[in-house]
């Protein structure tokens, strides 16, 4: 069987995209008819349907449709990095492919419908409503950052390979 370089990463992504399109197309059928949203804690915590044309934060509203163009770039560039560039550890592979993910998943959304859906809520903190592709991002950027720190002993020596420093 052939073994696909940074297949990490390539799961991670297909796992995070999966995720994020059934949560989605869920939150349109049980969410959009409902005016108020769903409390799952009161005041603190809700499922709340709204679209966002901009970027996270709603930064860029209205005038964001260069961002799909973003997206396609950035997912473009996170396969080829996958496919053609070095092999990466596991904490970069989930990194990169969460990352991916998260761009896919809002990218379709924009080049489908010209806006994001979005759909946690946390009322608490007056936080801005948000969706499955950026936490994906944003734990993609986590494991990331844990690369950074994280050595992997030099190649050849035991437990050198890249697929088991999780």
Known sequence: MM?????????????????????????????????EGWSLWPEVFH???????GAAFSL?????????????????????????????????????G??????????????LSGAVVDFLH???INFPIFNLADVSINIGIACLLISAFVRVPASGKPGSDPDRDL
């Open 3 to 35: 073994k696909v370089k940074n297949q990490f990463f390539w799961i991670a992504a297909l796992m995070s995209l999966i995720l994020d399109r059934v949560s989605k197309d869920w939150a349109i059928q049980a969410l959009k008819p409902l005016k």
């Open 47 to 53: 499922l709340t349907y709204a679209t966002n044309t």
């Open 60 to 96: 860029f509203s209205g005038g964001g449709s260069w961002l799909r163009w973003l997206s396609l770039g950035v997912s473009l560039a996170l396969m080829a990095l996958a496919w053609f560039g070095p092999r990466m550890g596991r904490w970069e592979q989930a990194g990169y």
């Open 98 to 111: 969460l990352i991916l993910g998260g761009a896919m998943g809002n990218g379709i959304d924009r080049f």
């Open 122 to 124: 946390f009322k608490w």
